[in-house]
C-alpha cells in the first residue's frame, strides 16, 4: 500500500517569512495529491490540491509542487500570517474511475507555527 | 467552514461498550468516507460507502461497520471496544470517485 512520509515535524517561521513542508511518497500509482490544514479542535480543512498532469499549482499565498519522478511534493506558503499557526497533512490518492473508494494515505503531519 | 456535520462531538465509553457515530454529509454529494485520528497522527482511512455500499475499506476489523442512507447520511459503528479505540473519527463526504473530500469536525471518542 501508499506510503507518505512528511517532513518537518514542527516549524516555526517569523511572520512575513517563507514556509516549506516536503512530503514523498512511495505508490508510483498515486496521482492525486492535497493538502489538509487542522487547527486546533477542529477537522482538516483542504486548502490546496494537485494533480499528477501539472508540477505546480497555485492559490494566493499557497503554492504546491509536485515531482513525480522523485515521488515528492511540497506545500509552500508565502508571506506567512499568525492565522497560518496549524497542523498541516498531506495526503496521496490513486484517482479511480471504476468505482473504487477515494482512499487517501496522509503523512504525519507538520506543526507550523508562525510568530509575530 | 464545510457542510458535514458530526455527532456527538464527544463522548465516553468503556472498554467492550459499542458506539454509533453519526455523520450528515454536505449537500450534492454521493460518497461518505469515515477515518480515525489518533493523537498526534494524520487521518487513516476506515472505509468508504457509495450509493449505499461500501466500496472500499482501509486496514480495520470488521467489529468497525458502517451504513449510507438514502439521503446520503451516514453511520460508523464500532463494537467490542477497546483502549486504542480512542480517537477522532472523521466523516469526510465528496462528490463521486474523484472530487475533493471535505471532512466534518469529527467526533471524538473516549474509551475507558
Known amino acids: 500500500g501508499e506510503n507518505v512520509e512528511q517532513h518537518p515535524s514542527t516549524l516555526s517561521v517569523q511572520e512575513g517569512d517563507s514556509a516549506v513542508i516536503k512530503c514523498t511518497y512511495s505508490?508510483?500509482?498515486?496521482?492525486?495529491f492535497p493538502w489538509y490544514k487542522q487547527e486546533l479542535g477542529k477537522g482538516p480543512q483542504l486548502i490546496i490540491d494537485?494533480?499528477?498532469?501539472?508540477g505546480e499549482k497555485k492559490d494566493q499565498r499557497i503554492a504546491v509542487t509536485l515531482n513525480k519522478t522523485a515521488k515528492h511534493f511540497s506545500l509552500h506558503i508565502t508571506e506567512t500570517q499568525p492565522e497560518d499557526s496549524a497542523v498541516y497533512f498531506c495526503?496521496?490518492?490513486?484517482?479511480?474511475?471504476?468505482?473504487?473508494?477515494?482512499?487517501?494515505?496522509f503523512g504525519s503531519g507538520t506543526q507550523l507555527t508562525v510568530l509575530p | 467552514e464545510t457542510g458535514v456535520t458530526q455527532s456527538p462531538t464527544h463522548l465516553i465509553k468503556t472498554r467492550g461498550q459499542q458506539v454509533t457515530l453519526r455523520c450528515s454529509s454536505q449537500s450534492g454529494h454521493n460518497t461518505v468516507s469515515w477515518y480515525q485520528q489518533a493523537l498526534g497522527q494524520g487521518p487513516q482511512f476506515i472505509f468508504q460507502?457509495?450509493?449505499?455500499?461500501?466500496?472500499g475499506r482501509g486496514n480495520f476489523p470488521p467489529r468497525f461497520s458502517g451504513l449510507q442512507f438514502p439521503n446520503y447520511s451516514s453511520e460508523l459503528n464500532v463494537n467490542a471496544l477497546e483502549l486504542d479505540d480512542s480517537a477522532l473519527y472523521l466523516c469526510a463526504s465528496g462528490r463521486g470517485y474523484t472530487g475533493e473530500l471535505f471532512f466534518g469536525e469529527g467526533s471524538r471518542l473516549t474509551v475507558l
Open positions: 494537485i494533480r499528477s498532469n501539472v
Open positions: 505508490d508510483s500509482a498515486s496521482n492525486y
Open positions: 460507502y457509495y450509493r449505499e455500499e461500501e466500496n
Open positions: 495526503a496521496a490518492s490513486e484517482d479511480e474511475s471504476s468505482g473504487s473508494a477515494r482512499q487517501l494515505t
